[in-house]
């Protein structure tokens, strides 16, 4: 993975504030890949009711809105203490912006976020299927480690 780099030309991360939500929520996947991923709206009502973990941002470039992520820090994975994970909840790229880097950007910028707080890995889950995001989480380098959530795969990638 590269380093992030928000100084300069290119896409940046903002935090979601009263003059940037509208654009947030307008943030819309290709219909075919809907059934994969929750709209942003949700993402901020998750984010609402877990303020300690959530971590949702706007990805612009220059002055337009292109996607949506939303990570996770030190979540209790099994419940009872064991297991604590950090990762991404949710990606969401518009769809006609979709296949120019903002979602390798996205899952580059939470890996940058979890390693400044010490996390030496990353956690996301995914949907299978032709629309679903698999193909890109393998190609940035995830790893399925066996486990399902919620009936979605788990991978993980190592931070060095």
């Known amino acids: 993975m590269t380093t992030i780099t928000t100084d300069g030309p290119g896409p940046r991360l903002e935090e979601i504030t009263r003059l940037n ?16 991923v929750s709209p942003v709206v949700k993402s901020l009502a998750e984010a609402y009711v877990h303020p300690g973990t959530a971590w ?9 809105p292109v996607g949506f992520v939303m990570a996770f820090f030190d979540i209790d994975w099994n419940l009872d203490g064991s297991v604590i994970r950090s990762g ?3 990606l969401n790229i518009a769809a006609d912006e979709q296949g120019r880097g903002y ?8 890996a940058a976020e ?10 996301v889950t995914w949907h299978g299927g032709p629309s679903g995001p698999e193909k890109f989480y393998l190609g940035l380098g995830f790893r399925p480690n066996g486990e399902l959530s919620e009936g979605e795969t788990v991978g993980v990638l190592e931070l060095p």
């Not at 654009?23 to 994969?36: K, L, N, S, T, Y």
């Not at 979602?103 to 939470?110: I, L, P, Q, Y």
């Open 21 to 36: 939500i509208d654009a947030a929520m307008g943030i819309r996947v290709r219909p075919d890949q809907e059934f994969a």
């Open 56 to 64: 949702p941002r706007l990805i612009v470039d220059e002055d337009r």
């Open 88 to 90: 991404l909840w949710r």
């Open 103 to 110: 979602g390798r950007f996205a899952v580059e910028s939470v």
């Open 114 to 123: 979890i390693r400044r707080r010490g996390g030496k890995e990353l956690y």
